[in-house]
């Protein structure tokens, strides 16, 4: 991260927010990640950490005229985020950091999957075929029944 800002003019309050931005929407996309199921309550609880996250940097660094004398935050967010480094950044840092999740996910699913997958490639296997009768125009007392199988494209029965 410290990369991009690398040559700019962005103060230390600006990197401070884009790294504490970016922890909180790691945090917030692994949770996401995590969750199997997905309902209003969910959505409306990701949707109000991100707002309140968010509205109370603006709020707080658009009052705080005369705080911190050293290192003033007044306006230091509004800047930030009119900044297009800053959300290329936020981009790139919460994909690498969901990388390794993803990549664990992905291997514990292929080499060890869970019950619920071994269940369902079961029960999958042990349907029963599917039959399809066939009439005849010609031949009216003639029907011909074909069996599909899943794993076999159709066989005589």
Not at 53 to 63: A, E, G, Q
Not at 95 to 124: D, F
Request: hydrophobic share 45%; net charge neutral.
């Amino acid at each position: 991260m410290f990369q991009a800002y690398i040559g700019s003019d962005a103060g230390l309050q600006e990197f401070g927010f884009t790294c504490n931005t970016a922890c909180v929407f790691t945090a917030l996309c692994h949770i996401c990640m995590e969750s199997h199921s997905w309902g209003v309550f969910h959505w409306l609880g990701l949707a109000v950490s991100c707002v309140t996250y968010l509205l109370f940097n603006l709020v707080f660094d658009s009052l705080c005229v005369t705080c911190l004398h050293p290192a003033n935050p007044y306006w230091v967010t509004q800047h930030t985020l009119a900044n297009p480094v800053f959300w290329f950044t936020l981009l790139v840092v919460i994909v690498i950091a969901l990388s390794p999740r993803l990549a664990v996910h992905g291997l514990m699913g292929t080499l060890q999957p869970s019950g619920v997958v071994e269940a369902m490639q079961t029960r999958k296997m042990k349907r029963p075929p599917c039959y399809h009768a066939k009439w005849s125009s010609l031949e009216s007392d003639k029907v011909s029944i074909k069996q599909y199988n899943i794993y076999q494209n159709e066989t005589e029965a």
